[in-house]
Structures are given as C-alpha cells and as structure tokens.
C-alpha cells in the first residue's frame, strides 16, 4: 500500500476559500477507497481544532521549530476515512476567518512565516523527524503555501517522492529578499533557477523547482501555463519541466452534488426525470424575491474577482435584463464589482438577486433551480462549479480556457448529440452576450434544450477515474525513484 501525504492549506469542510478545499477532500477519499494510505497535513486554523478537540482527538507530538512550539494532532477529516494532521502553532494560526487576509482583506504579515514553518512540519513528517511512527513514501504538495516543502526535503537522501499541484499559477506566494533572509534560508537558494523570481522570494518555485513531478488541474491548463499569456512569468520554467508535468482535470465528489439525493432541494430528479427541477426553480424564485414567471433564469457562483470575467458579466447583465432574464448571484470580492451589481438589484428588484459572502446549501439550489450557469473567466485552471452545473442539468456558457473548455463542448463545434453547453474564444463581453443568446435560442427549443441537459447529465465526473490516474502518477514516481 503507496502511503501520500497530502499538504494543503485548505479542506472542507475544516476551512474553504475556493475550489482547493472540495479537491483536498474528495481526492484523499477517493483513493483511500482505492486502498492507498493518504493522510492530511493541514494548518491547525481555530475550526479545524475545535473540531478535532470535539471529536475526542488529542495531541500526537510536540515539536519546538526555531521560536515556535508546535504541536501536531492526529484526527479523521469529517465524513471520511481519511486520516488528519493538524500543525497547531497559534501564534501563527489561532485567527478568525479567511486562512490568508484579515478582516479588512489585505495578506496577513506573516503568511511567508506561517507557511515557511507549515512546510517544515510537512518535510519532517516526510522524513520520519517529527516523532511520528507513519511515515510517507510520497509527499503530495499542492500551490504556493506548501511550495518549501520540496525544499526542505532536498538534501534528505532518504526523502519520499514528491509531486506538486498548481491549482492556480496566478497566486505564487511571493515575499520581498528581507523574507528571504528572515527565514533562514540558505543564499544557495537565491538563484534565478531557484527561489528567486524578478528579485524577490517565489515560494510556487519550491514546488516548481524541486518536485519530482508537476501536476495541474486540466490538461487544457497544463498547455496554456507553458505560454506567456498564461503562465504568470513562469511559463520559460514550465516549458522547461514540460516533462515532468502532467494536466489532470479535477473531479467532484458525487455523494455530495447530487441532484437525485441532495438534501439541500426539497425536489429531487434525474436525467430520465428531470421535470422536478422546475420546482426547484420556482422555490429558489421565491426564496430569493424574485418573480416565478419561467423565463431563463441564470446563475453565477464564485468570487467577484477580475478573473472570474464578471466586468463582462456586470456589462451585459443590463441588456438581457431589459429582455425578460432574470440573474442569481452568489459570491463576494472587490467593491467595484459588487457596488454595480447592488445597483443592478436596485433597478431590477423581481430580475436579480445578489447574495454576497458564501452559502453553500445556497450554492447547491442556485446550481439546481437555473436555467444557465455563467462561467466567464479570463481563465480558469480547472473549474467544479461547470461540472457541478452539468451534473443538475443546469446548461453552462463558459470562457473556452483551462478545464473549462476540457468539459463544455458546444453544438457549434461537436452538434447537439455531444454537446452540453456553449463556448466563446474571445476574452470580451459581446463574445459572452453572443454565447449567451445562443444558449437562449436553445432554451426556446424544449426538445433540443433536453438534449442538451441530459448529455451533461450522462457524463462521469466522479473522481473514481481521476483518482486512478494520480495512483498510476504516484507508482510511476516511486518506480523512477528506485532507478
């Protein structure tokens, strides 16, 4: 049995930002019931302990790292048989809300500090000096907050495996040279084909760098991170490890999204029966204020962010509203997003819902009451919420970048028998205003509007087949590692 260690900064239901969290609890799960041995590093943030200490878990071991006392506990991540560790260090960890900004939304100060002693913790577990009996014969890292973890492990000579996960290139974990020297770490390490990046400390080059292997979350992304458009600086690294990187799309958990089973809809249906997801529109209508008429109801999830194309959104949101559409949003972000979107719910009160923050039973009657669901990011390494979307029968218009494109395919392109929703290849809002008047023209035909719900429906995007496909990447580490 390959035993992983699994270092992410996030997990649901412990700790949640983005699509990070739901990959780093159903990828464990998905191969512990594929009988490998994968156990959790995750930071001891106050509701993961309170957790832990509710469950009857207690410390494990005590560790003293530079200044700092850190104890490690040993508990099951909720709902799962997977085992947890949680690096309890609180003056680093012990605050509220966001793991990585303050309540006025600026970084924590310390965040190279705070993950720079969370990766020390993941290599001394990797390398058996954290006073643990288990010990991993693979370490697998995932974006910027455990990118040092590969570092600290180098010069180990019996160190496990390594293979790092970029969930989003855009954010690197970069710190000024003072960081580099505050934590101690050797000047061999400030190299351009190192740590450095542009004069300052780029922990993403860690993982980058030192890892055996390289995986991201599509093979779509996987391509596009290799070019300067999207590769955020890094795409002259990445071409160069090309060989060692591999895109492998994301799946979901489909015990938890599942419009015939979740127990956050009063209705359920199916693809053979799908005539209950009316009902959950109209009670989504009618818990949100907005009118129950049956016209196209379109959804978005997610944070309200550049990336995510809403500027696009906002520009023709206007026009399909003065058309009879009506728009549910759910997320939160940067004041010059949701300031618009507030006046749009203003003029439109009947059309347009905005809730901000997150709500995740919310999250689960938006994706099953909408006609469309609205993906227009500039980019998008992987993206669940379009799978989420397909899997409800909820028809989604998407950006063709990233995992999107890998799991939208429009009749344009493949004809009504293959397809699932719509694409648009510009990056501009009258490139989504025309995908989504495509979309529209479906929706006014109920036979071909089926046709297209129930091949979304039809598809597998469990991640019982990803799973296998990062057990075969984890084999092939070790088999290259032994030679």
């Not at 609180?90 to 190279?112: I, Q, T």
């Not at 974990?173 to 990046?197: K, M, N, V, Y």
């Not at 596009?224 to 795409?235: A, M, R």
């Not at 809002?429 to 025309?434: N, V």
């Amino acid at each position: 049995m390959i035993r992983v260690l699994f270092a992410t900064s996030e997990v649901y239901p412990l700790v949640k930002t983005g699509g990070l969290a739901d990959v780093s609890a159903s990828l464990p799960a998905a191969l512990c019931r594929l009988e490998y041995d994968v156990q959790v590093l995750l930071p001891g943030y106050p509701d993961a302990l309170k957790a832990a200490r509710k469950a009857g878990s207690r410390r494990k071991v005590r560790l003293q790292i530079g200044q700092y006392s850190v104890s490690l506990w040993q508990t099951r991540l909720p709902g799962t048989p997977v085992t947890l560790w949680l690096v309890d260090c609180p003056p680093l960890f012990d605050r509220p809300g966001n793991p990585y900004k303050s309540d006025e939304g600026k970084d924590w100060w310390d965040n190279a500090h705070r993950f720079a002693l969370f990766a020390r913790v993941g290599a001394m577990m990797a390398t058996g000096d954290a006073g643990v009996t288990w010990k991993p014969d693979l370490v697998h890292c995932n974006d910027w907050q455990t990118g040092l973890i590969p570092v600290f492990m180098e010069r180990c000579q019996e160190r496990p495996g390594t293979v790092f996960t970029i969930h989003n290139l855009a954010y690197q974990g970069i710190f000024s040279h003072e960081t580099f020297r505050a934590l101690g770490l050797p000047d061999s390490l400030w190299r351009l084909d190192q740590l450095e990046f542009y004069g300052q400390l780029s922990f993403i080059k860690g993982g980058l760098v030192f890892s055996d292997r390289i995986t991201t979350v599509s093979p779509g992304y996987a391509r596009e991170i290799q070019t300067p458009e999207f590769g955020c600086g890094l795409d002259g690294l990445l071409r160069h490890r090309e060989a060692a990187l591999t895109g492998i799309l994301n799946g979901i958990d489909t015990r938890v999204w599942n419009p015939e089973e979740d127990p956050e809809l009063a209705f359920h249906y199916g693809r053979e029966h799908l005539k209950n997801k009316n009902q959950c529109q109209a009670l989504l209508q009618q818990e949100l204020g907005l009118e129950v008429n049956g016209g196209p109801l379109l959804g978005f999830i997610g944070r309200l962010v550049e990336q995510k194309g809403v500027d696009w959104l906002i520009t023709v949101m206007p026009e399909l509203l003065e058309r009879g559409c009506q728009f549910v949003i759910l997320g939160s972000g940067e004041a010059r997003y949701e300031d618009p979107l507030k006046l749009l719910v203003r003029q439109w009160p009947e059309q347009m819902s905005l809730t901000l923050g997150y709500d995740e039973g919310l999250s689960h009657r938006i994706t099953a009451g909408c006609d469309l669901f609205l993906m227009p990011s500039r980019f998008e390494p992987c993206g669940l919420n379009q799978m989420y979307s397909l899997r409800y029968g909820t028809v989604p218009v998407v950006h063709g970048v990233g995992g999107l494109s890998d799991t939208v395919n429009d009749p344009q392109e493949v004809g009504i028998d293959l397809a699932n929703g719509f694409r648009f290849s510009e990056a501009s809002a009258p490139a989504l205003l025309g995908a989504v008047n495509r979309a529209l023209e479906y929706f006014r035909q109920r036979k071909q509007w089926r046709r297209l719900q129930q091949n979304g429906m039809a598809t597998d995007y469990s991640w019982k087949q990803r799973a296998r496909d990062y057990g075969d990447l984890y084999r092939n580490i070790l088999k290259d590692r032994q030679h």
